[in-house]
Structure formats: structure tokens, C-alpha cells
């Protein structure tokens, strides 16, 4: 079949249509219940990233650079590694207290600090690899910098 | 707050922040790095008193019992070396506001920096052995990207060199680590040295283990066999990068190391103690007749830091506290006189555009106050009274001597006079003579450069005051703490 569209065929593209929001999902899923279950925000960001990648695989890089480029990207990471240490500090100063729910840790808000600090390293991983792959495979001249 | 902690959150703080801001706002980078360096040297100063009386600090993350969590530990060896990756650290970010003017991402560079320091500070306060290479590989992976900052054809060789040999290195300690933990099945360094000191039978894994560990550090300290990437990766990368890398990177990732689990986890045998007398002489002698045949200044500083990191060494393979008393001494003395060295070398490269020994000439004239602290550390790092220097080469020395090893002791004066003969090179080739007329106009460097020199300069002479009774206590507790 004839494609002049950039990316892969159309096998691929309508395939990777139907599963990257899945993907993402799954990514957010293994963040969001990091604490009680197995992953947690390292992983659950190495799958984020990965769904941007496929994305990036079949439409070609301009369908996601367009959106997060790699000055977002660093942004993002250093985003997430600034929440990380902001709650590091502020939870061990006793600044704010994060409420743990005897019996309730399947919420969010009842199993203490653990579930943001996995928000945010899944953001800091998540950017920063999906950053490492844009360096790795996009050329980028000087002018491009300008 | 909680002290031992802040000296990773500062410097990992600053390096996110400039990393997320550095290129929207304009001098944030020169104000936080220079703020946290000041920090931190203050930080570092301030835990002085509490380690000399208490002997440990212990601070445990989230309040876990030391074994379950990550713990950070300062005793008396962890304080010293503190003290100078602190001190370096510090003069090395004033000294980088006008020289770094001339890349373009400058913010960059101050990021990378700020997370090498996490990594370093990390590495010395970690109580476990597994946090220590998670900091070590944090260090390292900043280094080698900062020896390539200029993107010269050179500086990439140099880089990758650097990455390859690096990551062989830390590939031999992950491999000890785990070995060491299936053995031991903890990864707490106290806990480790208590568990190999109780079981009898200790069959060969142990030795395998020394023998990685051997490898790995002392490709990271650049002892000789494994000293190939050091002169170029320490020529190449921009002066202050060079300055810290010569002056604290390789003793921390490579010689503080080496001592923590050798001389606190594993236990010294004679064995490993002779290994390391000869590969102490063996960078010693090396090192030092390598640096004479280059005539560029940058490297030929290089190779004298693998004959001086060789002193080291030896000091701490003989063994006797006059020994690691005056190894210790001589870590501290060369920090302080090869930073300056390096920064002094930046300084005639700015102002000149070459570092090549031909091509300069008579810069004294025009160059004052460099080569003034060019000339104290020249004859501090030879061994010239009363020059700091000088006071750690004649204890160790004299420790050589009193451990029976006269000749040894007549080796280490022998390579002490080459490095004389490399740095009146030096002296002759870039201060003295008729200064050539493509050097007519050349200025001396900014007062933000000159200042971090002078005290570099200064402490290279009194350096040596340490050794007297009031002050003796903080090379002592360092003393005690390896060899308790």
C-alpha cells in the first residue's frame, strides 16, 4: 500500500490508535497504586514514556514533538525532581502532614506520603526518559536550538 | 533541621532548579550555585565540633532503624573529606562566574556541577554500600558529561574514554556489592564488617571480592594500571571541571572509597596491604616520569595527579597510624594545591588561548598574582618547607621509614624531587624569560577569578598548621576512623 504519510503503515498506526491510550492508562494505574501494589512511580513512568514513544514510532516524531519537545521534556523532569525534594522537605520538616487511614490505603489521600512521592518521580522519570530517547534518535543542528 | 541530609538536598535542589530555570532568568544560576556553595562549605565547617566530640553523626532517613533504611554516617574520615569537596566546591563556583562566560549554556554547566556535588556528598555520608554506588554512578555520570562541555573533537575522545572505563569499573564494584551482599545478606556497612569478623570460614569469595573492588575503585582513582583515561579526560574539560575532578573527584569516588570498605567493611590483610604499597609506588614513579615529557600544561598537571594520588595509596598501604596520618594529610594538602594548579592553568589559558609550554613565555609580568599562587603550589605539591605539602611528603615518609621500609622511603624522596624538576619546567616555561610580543597586551584575569586563587594559595601554605596541637584533633578523628 502506497504511504506517504511520515510513520509506519496504516496497520500499525490504526493498532497503536486503539492500544496507546490503554498503555497510558495502565502507566497511570501502576503510579497511582504504587503503594499497595507491585510498580510504583518509577515504573508506572517508564510505561508513560513508552506510550509516547510508540506513539512517536508509528505517526512519525513531528505528532509528538509538536506537543512536548525536548526543552518540555527537561522542564517536566526537573518539574518532578523539584516535587519530589519540595515533599521530601516538607513532609520531614512536619510542614504538612500527609493523613494516614488505618485499613484505608487503597485511597490516595489515606496511605501518607508515599503516593505523591510516587507522582512525582513517575513525572521526573517518565519526562526524562522520553527526553533521553528524543536526544538519542532526533538529530538536532544548531539552527533548530535558535 | 537535619544537617547530614541538607548536603544532598542543597545541591540537588540547585541543580533542578537552574535546570528548570537557568535558561528563563538570567543570572539565576551564578546566584544559587555560588549560595549553595557557600552553604554548604558553612554546613560542612559547622559539623566540625559535633564530630570531634561525639566521634558519629547519624542521621536516618524517615526514621527507619539504621539496618532497614538508608542511613548517612559522619565520622571523623567522612568529616575531612566533607570539609574539602565543600571548600573546593565553593572557590571553584566563583571562580566559574567569569570563566564560564565564554559557553553559551553556562546554566547547564552550573547544573551538572551542583549534581556531581550531590553525588560526591553523597558518596561520603552513605552508611550503606549499595547507596554509596547509587551515588558514585550519580557523580561519575555527571563528570563524564561535563569533561565533553566544550564539544571539542578532544574533549569527546576523552569523554567517552572516561565513559567506557568508568562504567568497566563501576560494572567490577556492582559486581563486588552484590557478591558481598549474597555472602552477607545486608548491605549496611557496619553490619557487613560485623558479619565477615564473626563467621571463621571464609573460603575464597572474600579475596574475589577484594579483587573487584581492587579494580574498580582504582580505576575510578586512576591508580597506574588503570590510568589511561585520566590525562585526557582532566586535560580536556573546562579548568574548573578539572580543578574539581583532579582535586576531590577521584579521591572521593576512588580513594575514600577504597579506604571505607577496605580499611572499615572488608578488614586489611598484609596481602592487600602490600598490593597497595605497590600500586602507590608504581603511579608514584609513573606518573611522575610521564608528567616530565609533557609540554602541555594541562595534562602534564594530570599525570602529577596520578603520582600524588600514588602517594596516597602508599601511605595508606603501610598502614601505621603515622602513615594514614600523613596519606590523610597529603589527600587534604593535594586537593587544595592541585585545584589551584588547575585553576591557575585556566587563568594563563584564558589570557593566552594556548596552554602549550613552547608557546608561552614571560607571562610573569603580565600575570602577577597567577603566577605568584602558581609558584605556592608549584613548590607545595614538590615538597618545598614550609610549604604544606612538604609536611605531609616527610610524615609519610618518616612513617615509611619507622615500618621498615627504608627504601621505599628513598623512593618517595626520589619521585618528590621529580616533581620538582616537572613544575621548575613549568615555572621556566610559562612565567620566566622575555615575554613574546604576541603577548604584549594581555591582562590579568577578573578579580572573581584571582580571589578563589589567593585562597587556594593561602591555605597551600597553611595548610601545614594543622599538624600543630590545637588543630591536630581534626586529622586525628580522621586518623582514628579508619583505623578503628
Known sequence: MKNNAPGMTLIVKVITRLTVGLI?????????????????????????????IHLMLAYGKEAVTKKIGRRRGIMLSSIGAVLFLALFVSSSVGFIKFPV????QHIILGAGVIPFYDIAISIMVGAGLYTVFLALVILITERDEQ | MKPLALFIIIPLA????????????????????????????ILACSIIPGVISH??????????????GSSFIVDGLSMLLLVVINLVCCLVMVYSLSYMEKYTDKWNYQALFMLMIAGLNGVILSADIFTLYVFLELASIAGYVLVAFSTEAEALEASFRYTIIGSLASVCILLGIALLYSFTSTLNMADISLIIASRSQQGQL??????????????KAALVPFHAWLPDAHSSAPSPVSATLSGVVIKTLGVYSLIRIFFNVIGTSSNLLNCLVILGLASMIAGAFLAIAQNDIKRMFAYSSISQVGYIIFALGIGTPLAVLGGLFHLLNHAVFKSLLFLNAGAIERVAGTRDLTKLKGLAEKLPLTSSTALFGSMSISGVPPF???????????????????????????????????????????FFGALPSAFANIKEAPLTMKMPMVVLAVLSVAGGLLLLPCCREFLQSAVKAVLS
Open chain 1, 24 to 52: 497510558l492508562l495502565y502507566g497511570f494505574y501502576i503510579v497511582l497504586h504504587g503503594h499497595i501494589g507491585p510498580g510504583g512511580g518509577f515504573a508506572g513512568g517508564v510505561i508513560m514514556a513508552l506510550s509516547l
Open chain 1, 101 to 104: 487511614v488505618p485499613g484505608g
Open chain 2, 14 to 41: 540547585t541543580a533542578f532548579l537552574i535546570a528548570l530555570l537557568g535558561r528563563r532568568i538570567k543570572n539565576l544560576g551564578d546566584v544559587l550555585t555560588n549560595m549553595a556553595g557557600a552553604g554548604l562549605f
Open chain 2, 55 to 68: 566521634k558519629v553523626l547519624t542521621y536516618k532517613t524517615g526514621n527507619w532503624p539504621v539496618i532497614l
Open chain 2, 206 to 219: 572474600l579475596n574475589f571480592v577484594s579483587v573487584l573492588f581492587l579494580a574498580g575503585f582504582g580505576m
Open chain 2, 388 to 430: 604544606a605539602g612538604f609536611w605531609s611528603k616527610l610524615i609519610i615518609i618518616i612513617a615509611a621509614i619507622e615500618a621498615g621500609h627504608p627504601i621505599f622511603a628513598l623512593i618517595a624522596a626520589l619521585v618528590s624531587i621529580v616533581t620538582l624538576v616537572y613544575y621548575l619546567k613549568f615555572q621556566a616555561g610559562v
